[in-house]
């Protein structure tokens, strides 16, 4: 299944990072990027560049991440958004903000 596939994004010094489809495709951005009703060479090679840096690219895979596994289904012991937030270094914080604007609310619980 097309949900199943690895989707590589890209940071703007050089990193890659590898997560699902259904986990990239909660950024609005990102799912219009690898739309297969699209001709965009993203969706063609399922490879996502954002032009931060690999920190703050991180952190929006891994909130991605998060808010998959947190809103799919079945039942899972509830976690406090605090234990993701406290992970965030203050010195990406408006990065992450900033990355999280363009990418159409992959972290709207923090705007």
Avoid: H
Avoid at 47 to 62: G, H, L, Y
């Amino acid at each position: 299944e097309k949900q199943d596939d690895w989707v590589k994004i890209t940071s703007s010094d050089g990193y890659s990072f590898l997560v699902k489809r259904n986990v990239a495709t909660i950024s609005g951005t990102l799912k219009n990027m690898l739309s297969e009703d699209s001709s965009f060479k993203e969706a063609i090679a399922n490879t996502c560049p954002i032009s931060e840096r690999a920190a703050v690219v991180e952190k929006v895979c891994e909130y991605m991440s998060f808010k998959a596994y947190y809103e799919g289904p079945g039942s899972k012991e509830g976690v406090d958004v605090n234990e993701f937030t406290e992970r965030i270094p203050p010195e990406v914080a408006l990065e992450l903000l900033l990355a999280a604007d363009y990418l159409e609310g992959v972290l709207n619980s923090f705007i």
